[in-house]
């Protein structure tokens, strides 16, 4: 039975979002909510951006690939546990997915031009959200498929948090411009192909703009953006699609982060973004938490040889002032998000990437085990 | 021996010649390994050298003026403390001091680039905003005094995290690789220089004593050297465990298994950080310099200037 928040969402969500920022462990809460949901009966995907190959090797996979595979239910016997669901697990590759988008919605004549395109290059890799974006989207994509009663995707790092929430909203702006609306319609008007931009008159703006980018470089923006406009209605609703999945009541978002005082800054900023845009914090899940050392230890310690005492001391005040850092940082970011469940996970001896490991991340998550 | 004696530091079958000799320094790793306490230190050390330094974030909210405990230096470079000047590198004010630089004329440059049209043309010319915040940057390394001497002798780049670094620092490679010649292509080609010049520039690579950390960092030396041909300086295995208990110890505190548990984590975690140093050791061909974890309820200026001491002999080559 589970205790905390994520209990109920892992029973009842269709899907869940981890996000927060690089290196605070996204990856294994992802990869456990999914485990867990699964060995309650609730056949569940792990879509993650970038594992360390030692989680495939311990959901006994080889590697993990941009498409789904099964997690054998073999690799959960040495915990005594058999899954009452099934388990899929994958890894994204943003460009093969943006370039599958591109296949499904582009009319087959644009199709190799669109994918040829400079332009195209920078929008699948480069530009600011379309890493989230195509995350996004795959998981629209996966949920209107229906395999799976839960999905969990596990975010790409993202160097700030808007990128993250305002990515459908970039794509849509993207396609709906009104400068590019009004540089396409003449165009499209004549029914030409190639448009130039220098139909503009070679305006003032457009020769400076030249002069900065170079003409050539203006010609090819011209010719994607014409490319692209044969598709925007594909592409257009399902942005809408994955901008409404946000939203959805049966969405919901965990915020992972660890307790040093920098990461916790970035949560509470990323938190109150996603209060703004109304997404539903499920819970604030602080990874790698020192605890605090039991005082009775003390005691013990002050049994031992000299030599030895002075080391187990040593460790034990180093412990305690990570202890005390995390606590500190911990009341901070319960001030500062109100109302959103904080959930601790400890951080283990060693690294945090096989299935016990994963095991124990999950009793925490869930409330079997609390940190003192 | 002291604890820090303990560490694997300096391998001594690497001679290198120190950071000071170098220009640009290069900082980057896995998010949330410590780059910009790194950068911080390096950038300090630098200026008690009495090297004139600018230490330079990308886009992000700014860290290392807090760290060292100054008010926060904004899009304009700003004095921090003698021979120490710090910039956040912010994309619109990039863009605008370049446009002007193009353009020659302030007026010119509102006209163009602050028309809608334009704005929205720039977000998708691909790469233009990488390209523009490194030609800050580079602009900076270039710049000179009025008395010809340098303006910063040396620049420190806290870099982005390693994806994004590569990202950032193959921009202008990738540029030349795609584009026709033009005003783009002519700024990329001397950013392009100054980067594959060993004598300019080093990379420094961050990474915790932990799996993925150490992994990026050795993806990220791999991507350095073929794609943008940039040589890795250094690793810093940053956040270090020194080695404490012997196995003696740990079997001597099988009476006390609260207490052995304790002494085994913390010999775990030295462990990881020796099998971390060997590793990148062995993948980077460079020298790896172990900070320690430091103990302090507040991570400030003391605590930079403590791994400044740590960070000695990786910024003056000596052993």
């Known amino acids: 039975m589970s205790t905390t928040a994520l209990g109920p969402a892992l029973a009842s969500k269709r899907v869940l979002i981890c996000v927060g920022s690089g290196g605070v462990g996204k990856t294994t809460v992802a990869a456990t909510l999914a485990l867990r949901a699964a060995v309650e009966g609730r056949s569940s995907l792990v879509c993650t951006i970038d594992p360390a190959k030692r989680l495939a090797n311990s959901l006994g996979l080889k590697a993990l690939g941009n498409a789904e595979a099964e997690v054998p239910a073999s690799v959960l016997e040495p915990m005594g546990v058999s899954p009452k669901a099934s388990l899929h697990a994958m890894m994204l590759d943003m460009k093969a997915t943006w370039d599958d988008l591109i296949t499904r919605v582009a009319p087959p004549e644009q199709r190799e031009r669109i994918l040829a395109n400079r332009f195209y290059q920078s929008l699948s890799t480069a530009l600011a959200g379309s890493q989230e974006y195509i995350a996004m989207e795959k998981v629209w994509e996966l949920r209107r498929r229906d395999d799976y009663e839960l999905i969990v995707l596990d975010t790409p790092p993202t160097a700030h948090a808007m990128d993250f929430l305002d990515a459908p909203n970039r794509v849509l702006d993207f396609l709906d411009n009104e400068a590019a609306k009004w540089l396409l319609t003449p165009a499209l008007k004549a029914g030409k192909v190639g448009l130039s931009l220098f139909n503009l008159g070679g305006s003032y703006v457009t020769r400076a703009l030249a002069k900065f980018t170079g003409a050539e470089m203006l010609q090819e923006l011209s010719n994607f953006m014409l490319a692209m406009s044969s598709m925007n209605e594909g592409f257009r609703e399902r942005a809408r699609g994955v901008r409404a999945l946000l939203e959805d009541a049966r969405t919901g978002f965990v915020l992972v982060t660890s307790p040093s005082p920098e990461r916790l800054d970035e949560a509470i900023q990323f938190h109150a973004l996603m209060k703004q845009n109304r997404m539903d914090v499920l819970a604030l899940v602080v990874n790698r938490v020192h605890p605090l050392p039991a005082p009775s230890l003390w005691d013990e310690a002050a049994t031992l040889a000299p030599g030895r005492r002075t080391k187990v001391e040593e460790t034990l005040r180093e412990l305690r002032v990570l202890a005390e850092q995390d606590l500190r940082g911990i009341a901070q970011l319960k001030d500062a998000c109100p109302g959103t469940p904080i959930i601790q996970v400890p951080r283990f001896g060693l690294d945090v990437h096989d299935l016990t490991a994963l095991w124990n991340t999950g009793r925490y998550l869930l409330g079997d085990d609390v940190l003192a | ?319």
């Open chain 2, 1 to 319: 021996m002291t604890p820090e004696g303990a560490i694997p530091t300096v391998r001594r079958s690497f001679f290198m010649a120190g950071l000071l000799d170098k220009r640009l320094w290069i900082v980057s790793g896995k998010g949330g390994v410590g780059k910009s306490t790194i950068a911080a230190a390096l950038a300090l050390r630098s200026a008690r050298a009495g090297r004139r330094t600018l230490v330079c974030e990308v886009n992000t909210q700014e860290r290392i003026s807090g760290l060292l405990e100054r008010p926060p230096a904004g899009p304009d470079v700003k004095r921090l403390e003698e021979n120490l000047w710090a910039v956040d590198v912010r994309p619109q004010e990039a863009m605008r001091e370049y446009g002007i630089m193009v353009l020659r004329f302030e007026t010119l440059y509102k006209t163009v680039f602050e028309n809608r049209l334009v704005r929205y043309f720039l977000r998708f010319v691909p790469s233009l905003q990488e390209l523009v915040l490194l030609g800050k940057i580079m602009f900076h390394l270039q710049e000179k005094l009025p008395d010809g001497r340098w303006r910063y002798d040396t620049v420190v780049l806290d870099a982005p995290a390693t994806g994004h670094a590569i990202s950032f620092l193959s921009v202008p490679q990738v540029l030349l690789q795609t584009l026709p010649p033009g005003p783009m292509t002519r700024e990329a080609l001397k950013m392009r220089d100054l980067l594959v010049d060993p004598a300019v520039t080093a990379a420094v690579l961050v990474a915790l004593p932990e799996e993925m950390p150490v992994n990026e960092a050795v993806e990220l030396h791999a991507a350095l050297k073929d794609k943008v041909r940039i040589r890795t300086h250094a690793a810093v295995l940053n956040q270090s465990f020194p080695e404490r208990f012997t196995d003696g110890d740990l079997e001597a505190l099988a009476g006390h298994p609260e207490l052995q548990r304790v002494a085994q984590a913390h010999h775990d975690r030295a462990a990881l950080a020796v099998l971390a140093g060997t590793k990148l050791e062995r993948n980077l061909h460079a020298p790896v310099y172990a900070v320690p974890r430091l103990f302090v309820p507040r991570f400030g200026r003391d605590a930079v200037e403590q791994v400044m001491g740590h960070l000695e002999p990786l910024v003056t080559g000596e052993t």
